[in-house]
Structure formats: C-alpha cells, structure tokens
C-alpha cells in the first residue's frame, strides 16, 4: 500500500477526513471488493481536489 501522507502532505485533516469517508462509501456501494482499498481512497482524494479546485475558482471568478 502506497503510504497516503506522501500524497498529500499538504492536506488538512478534515479534507483528509473527507477524503477517508468518501472512499468508505464508495467501496461500500461497490459491494466490499477486497483488496482494493487504495483504488477507492485515490478515486475518492481526485474527486475532493476537484471540488476544492471548482471552489477555489468560483471564489476567484469576477463578481458582476
């Protein structure tokens, strides 16, 4: 298993939190697979960078 830390070191605990729950319910609606834990956190740490990139964006788009 890849040590998490290294792929984000720069991460705060509630987005790692995050990141950690979303991963859980992903591989929970996908039936428990075995093994394949690091799939699910990578999926779930991709999916969360983009939301706070989208959100950082939004803050920094002009206001009318």
């Given at each position: ?15 790692e ?13 996908d ?34």
């Amino acid at each position: 298993m890849t040590d998490r830390r290294r792929l984000v070191p720069h991460e705060d605990e509630a987005f790692e939190a995050a990141v950690r729950k979303t991963a859980y319910f992903l591989w929970e609606q996908d039936g428990r697979p075995h093994g394949r834990h690091e799939e699910y956190y990578l999926r779930a740490l991709e999916t969360h960078r983009r939301a706070r990139t989208y959100d950082e964006w939004l803050e920094d788009s002009p206001k009318d």
